[in-house]
């Protein structure tokens, strides 16, 4: 085991109800990896998330961060530090101005005195002015945040997770609901802004273009399980083409 | 042919036409009520008189065009600004103490992400007490607090915050109730306590929608004034009460000419600051 395994999940499972979302995984990512999770709808890449999260507990198995058991981080400001995550939208809180959803990601390291102060005049104003010019929104700053457009929205949660600094940053479907080129735009910043603080990034992707072109590693999850972990150049079509295909067109082949 | 399905629907259309018949039946052969007695000759000669009075034909004194007259009621209408601004004072703060455990969401903590063992019991204590509130009249409150205190705009507006933080507070409790839980569950993780939460999460989202009930229940609440006044509660209702006891005629026009600008400043004042707020 070296000492650069950030993330390691010994075979966990997941059951909802009869159905199986996640049996028996197990996978280690290194310290610094960019990661896409890709994978038919329904495959179990939100519950994998949602678990490394710890929103979600696994039924088995066990998950370290850092060497240390993610059950045992109960402290929510501690596991902040460590792990991060953006969604797809709806991560904002709309009614409040830009500076102050960027600097919801300090809220780990303050008080309560010291936030409620600065709903009124914003504390470590220079961090956010600085973190919404690297996602390229330097403008905007006391804008209400439900003004914005969607990619917009997305940079002003990148900007947040730059104030949080976590280890590990778990993306959701980060660009699920914008066009194209609003799209790679976002998953661009996220993975250069990851690279530049040594991040490690877990996304999950509809896309299998953009995680080949923006991720170093893709995990494919069907019905819960691994069906292949490979660096990006490795992947073939042929894999690909198992990944997404549907029960019904097996059969129709086979008639 | 397929025979057709005796539904809810269709039963309940035979209700709906059985029940119309049933009440014309009711009114014309039993009660023999007819609509033309309504405008018999005494109705009015009495109705002739009120009207006549209320633009000041053969009354003697004429309260609308007397400068005491206005100055008194200028004085009620103020009188009846402060009782109503007092009663959506007092009802908003208790509805603001007992909001947030009254909502279920936060009861069982999926919105904050946190849970006491208490949660559910002040859940129950504070919904019971805005049905008890809401459920009696503010008459009724009014004419229990004016018995108990003696007659005034302060026991009014006691009276009207009584009925009203109970409304207010289940409003609002839906309010947060509805609330989007998935930017506060990312505050959660993004390392936010169950304070901070509040802050940066529920309050903002829910505030706007606050305010809107808040200045509604105002406008009712002006409204209501002149109801508890009748009871002793003071203000321009009182005096309403007493002027048409005394059939002042003038007076009760100065009265309502009085109510009607009351209501319509509540009206564009609430205007105003909903529009401010968006």
Known sequence: MSKNNIIEVNQISKHYERKIALSSLSFVVEKGEMVALIGPSGAGKTTLLNTLAAII???????????????????QKTRARKIGIIRQQFDLVGQLAVIHNVLAGRLSEWGFVKSFISLLFPQDKQTAISALERVGLPDK?????????GGE??????????????????????VASLDPARAEDILETLTRLAREEGQTVIASLHSVEYAKRYFTRLIA???????FDLPVEKVTDELLKELYQLKELDQNALV | MRKPKFTFLTFSVYVFLFLIAASWYFVVGVEKASLIELFSRENLQYAGKFFKGLVGVGEEKIAFLSKD???????????????????????TVVMFL??????RNVADGTLTLSKKW???????????????????????WAMIVIFIFKPGILPGAIALALHNFGILGKLCAEVIEDTDSRPIRNLASAGAGRMQILLYGVLPSVLPQFLTYILYRWEVIMRTTIVVGFVGAGGLGQQFKLSMSFFHYTEITLLLVCYIVLVLIADFLSERSRYFVK
């Not at chain 1, 700053?141 to 457009?149: A, D, Q, V």
């Not at chain 1, 929205?153 to 980060?174: G, H, M, N, T």
């Not at chain 2, 007992?98 to 909502?103: D, H, K």
């Not at chain 2, 208490?118 to 009724?140: D, T």
């Open chain 1, 221 to 227: 999850l069907k019905n819960g399980e691994i069906l």
């Open chain 1, 57 to 75: 507990e696994p039924d088995s198995g066990e998950i370290l961060i850092d060497g240390l058991d993610l059950r045992k981080i109960t402290n």
């Open chain 2, 69 to 91: 007259s206005w100055s008194e009621a200028i004085k009620l209408t103020v009188e009846t600004l402060q009782m109503s601004i007092m009663a959506i004072g007092f009802s």
């Open chain 2, 118 to 140: 208490y949660s559910f019991l002040l859940f129950g204590l504070i919904r019971i007490s805005y049905i008890f509130s809401r459920a009696i009249p503010e008459l009724v």
């Open chain 1, 141 to 149: 700053t006391y804008e209400r945040t439900s003004k914005l457009s």
């Open chain 1, 153 to 174: 929205q997305q940079r002003v949660a990148l900007a947040r997770l730059l104030v949080q600094r976590p280890e590990i940053i778990l993306a959701d479907e980060p």
């Open chain 2, 98 to 103: 007992t909001v947030l455990p009254a909502a």
